[in-house]
């Protein structure tokens, strides 16, 4: 990892002051870094021993990075891992600006390992990203959103990297088909379980753990798994409180809605659905050998779902 973080203070280096402005203080921001990890690790557990790992991990960090610029000038959101966005520091119009340069600067850093399948794969990602940014646009202030719908837009908007990070790595490794696709299926699954306790923290999180305002998505008009749960188990009045902030977007029905939740036990249901993620993705590591990568993918599955923030 600090291979690749000497990657990205590397690749980040623009001669326009703006943009290493930004792109230092978000990159700076830390996070987890969970993604560029899942390139590293599944490359090491196919035996993977070259340097192009660190620069597909920096690739994908860029990627995610450049989502994280445009999310929160859409959501028009102030807070992120406790810290002022990058568009409430420097305005809506060089946070979109500074994130077309990431996309396009992952782009460019792609072509160094010269190899047709890996831009393919990361294309394919970046495009389904953005097509899962747009279908949760359109699925804000619905109160109507079935379960099904709501894990399509968190498999395109979140799982997608991950399940790409974990195929870009088993493919520097020589990973036969069959593994690759056991792999992409890992990162696929733990993606959709690490969004899935996202969900869980927005409603049962301390904003100074998780370093975002507790129920901003609700103030968004987000219909998450917690609230589908009410509006499918909740009575009458509950299901009335939870439609009204969702159609209109407040943070004042905060308390009720959470109280609806708490009743449906609708947190332990989106916990669970989480785990069978997780168990999923378990079950897809099976083909691989014993080693100290190995055990941290296990790892990282378990720190998925326990995690506080």
């Avoid at 969970?34 to 192009?52: E, I, M, N």
């Avoid at 831009?119 to 899962?132: R, S, W």
């Avoid at 969004?195 to 008009?221: F, H, M, N, P, W």
């Avoid at 609806?260 to 036990?265: L, S, Y």
């Amino acid at each position: 990892m600090r291979a690749v973080d000497q990657v990205i203070r590397a690749r980040l280096h623009s001669d326009v002051v703006l943009v290493r402005q930004v792109a230092d203080y978000i990159i700076a921001g830390g996070g987890k870094r969970l993604r560029p990890a899942l390139v590293l690790l599944t490359a090491g557990a196919l035996g993977y021993r070259g340097t192009h790992h660190h620069e597909l991990a920096a690739v994908v960090e860029f990627i995610h990075t450049a989502t994280l610029l445009h999310d929160d000038v859409v959501d028009e959101s102030e807070l992120r891992r406790g810290r002022e966005t990058a568009n409430a520091l420097f305005g809506n119009a060089a946070s979109v600006l500074v994130g077309d340069f990431l996309y396009s600067r992952a782009f460019q850093m792609m072509l160094t390992v010269n190899d047709m399948r890996v831009m393919q794969v990361l294309a394919n990602a970046t495009n389904v990203i953005a097509e899962g940014e747009v279908l949760q646009l359109m699925n804000c202030h619905n109160a109507d959103i079935e379960v099904e719908e709501y894990l399509q837009v968190i498999r395109f908007k979140t799982a997608k990297l991950f399940e790409a990070a974990a195929r870009l790595g088993s493919m520097l490794g020589g990973a036969s088909p069959e593994v690759e696709d056991a792999m992409a299926s890992y990162g696929m699954h733990l993606g959709t379980a690490f969004q899935l306790i996202d969900d869980v923290l927005d409603y049962s999180g301390e904003e100074v753990v998780t370093g975002k305002r507790l129920g901003d998505d609700l103030a968004e008009g987000k219909s998450t798994l917690p609230l589908i749960h009410v509006m499918h188990h909740g009575n009458n009045d509950q299901v009335a409180c939870v439609r009204n902030a969702i159609e209109n977007g407040g943070r004042n029905d905060f308390p009720a809605v959470l109280a609806a939740i708490r009743a449906t036990d609708a947190l332990a249901v989106t916990r669970r659905q989480a785990e069978a993620e997780i168990d999923t993705a378990i079950a897809a590591l099976a083909g691989l050998r014993a080693s100290s990568y190995r055990e941290s993918l296990l790892e990282l599955a378990r720190f998925a779902i326990a995690r506080n923030h």
